[in-house]
């Protein structure tokens, strides 16, 4: 979102917040006024500053999740009039700013909707279920230690480049918050296919890709209907390539774990 | 997890069954309006292929089998595959917005569920002489054919056989308007369920790309198009007046 003029005239707006006490409190919308906004200020400074004036009047100020402000952390998580991020394009709701809004606009803010992202307070949402699913397989099983040298294991720079598309992602969850159904194939392929695309991924992958849908879907996620919101919302635009990567991974996993055959040795072995 | 399991029991296992019952039954429905649009040509055409896939026997019955298997697993796992999506939304957003997913990918259940109900009926209506059965092929009078009908240069059906009269069958079916709309109102939202479905196939079987993306998008439209336009030609001939009821056509060949 950089500003293609800095605007200083200052604008009005009404925030509708989803408001809830606790996970299980029943939640509703809001409505605030809040006056006088400098349009260069970033959403979530606006947001502080309506938590000021709350504060001020001695009402609870509405919670929602931040860290870094600059893109690269994925906390934040506010769903802005229905879009995870809100508007604009590869963008986090931390770098959004208030001159994407017009003086009188009634914006509403919702926490990412997944019934495997329970809300904890208003706005914040728990995304553990992520770790979860990088739990059952999102890295690497190797010797500890000091940094290899850089030469030893080529990497051809496309397939480096792509591995950094998919790294790129910040686990946000905006893929499921976007997502008609609610799924994380984005999130999960991004993983799958940023380790599968590296040689150091190998030995793991066929174990990595099982694991990991085997827990997104045990997770509660939803399933995908390849209708790309998750890529168009993505703050990195991530893209829906990755799924159809991990389409064919998992396809080719569960048809090797068929019929691979196993070692007959029970244990033991250097 | 087996084969069967992950393939059953996942995510990624279950749109992999909807890509491929998706084929199959796109290449039924190919296949099946090929063969009907020899309606057009002399009546022995249709009515020769008609006998000639009843004559298949239990070769027939595998292919129906088949079908009906795929019929079964797509709509299973579609609505295995919703019931869990509507579950993991859990509570609604009270801003309903939608970045880029297109009308036919939103459309798939309801256009699902009409092709589902037009199926049933044209079942009905040309397989079983359920309804209409006035002018099922049972109740016309047998063709006899005028010349062989053959297939890749065998005569399968000879001259001189009589046949059901299918030809006859299908253009008295559409010769009520309400019919024959439904059909044409049935085959167009079919193809815009197609116009996802075909897109979305490749991307589950993990075969599509953005390099290709472009292409593969507007192939599923031409492809649906056409597909429309074929399907749109029969009972737009009948209501059009162009495919005559077998007596007016003997009576204008006099």
Redesign the interface.
Known sequence: MVASANSTQSISITLRVWRQAGPKAPGKFVDYQSANLNPNMSFLEMLDVVNDELTLKGEEPIAFAHDCREGICGTCSCTINGKPHGPGKGVATCQVYMRAFRDGDVITVEPFRAEAFPIIKDLVVDRSAFDRIQQAGGFITARAGSAPEANALPVPKPDADLAMDAATCIGCGACVAACKNASAMLFVAAKVGHLGLLPQGQAERDKRVLAMVSTMDAEGFGNCTNQYECSAACPKLISHDFIARMNRDYLGATVRAAFKPESMASGGGA | ???VG??FG???????LMAVTGVILIGFVVGHLVGNLQVFQHPDKLNGYAQFLHNLGPLLWVARIGLIVAVLVHIWAATA?TL??N????????????????LA??A?RWTGLVVLVFLLYHLAHFTFGGVQAATFKASLAPHTMTADYSVAGFPVIKAGATVPDVHAMVVLGFQNTAVALFYIIAVGLLSLHLL?GI??L?????????KWSVLLRRAAAVFCLLYFLGNLAIPGAVLAGKLPPPAKAASAQR
């Open positions: 997890m087996n084969l992950s393939l996942s995510s990624i296992g279950r749109k992999i595959l869990e999506n579950r993991a939304r859990g509570s609604a957003y009270g801003v309903k917005h939608t970045i880029r997913a297109t990918s939103r798939m996802h897109e979305s490749f991307q589950s079987l993990g075969l599509r790309s953005e």
